[in-house]
Nanobody, 124 residues
Framework: QVQLVESGGGLVQAGGSLRLSCAAS????????MGWFRQAPGKEREFVTA????????YYADSVKGRFTISRDNAKNTVYLQMNSLKPEDTAVYYC?????????????????WGQGTQVTVSS
């Protein structure tokens, strides 16, 4: 089992920044690729970004490319999501997830463990 706990969400004005963290515990963190997803009210959960087990490879949804950055610190068992130039359409609950595939995967069903989510609200 892997337990994931997100933090860092909040309310921010458009154009602002937030940094989300996801702390993992349980099994060896570096055995997992990590991803961030988000779910806005009334919408399906969608892929945001992912990082492979080592941090050497990343992938972003077009909607966040150039604004968001994913990173990980395997020594701290933590993955981060730096969000800059936030827009009201970024408002959602953000979830981190762990995949035993170790390589980057983007589909929800390829992730084995999920956090409880953290709310991000961007005001216009």
């Amino acid at each position: 089992q892997v337990q994931l706990v997100e933090s860092g969400g909040g309310l921010v004005q458009a154009g602002g920044s937030l940094r989300l963290s996801c702390a993992a515990s349980g099994r060896t963190f570096s055995n997992y690729a990590m991803g961030w997803f988000r779910q806005a009210p009334g919408k399906e959960r969608e892929f945001v970004t992912a990082i492979n087990w080592s941090g050497g490879s990343t992938y972003y949804a077009d909607s966040v490319k150039g604004r968001f950055t994913i990173s990980r610190d395997n020594a701290k068992n933590t993955v981060y999501l730096q969000m800059n130039s936030l827009k009201p359409e970024d408002t959602a609950v953000y979830y981190c997830a762990a995949s035993g595939a170790m390589v980057i995967v983007i589909r929800l069903r390829e992730y084995d463990y999920w956090g409880q989510g953290t709310q991000v609200t961007v005001s216009s």
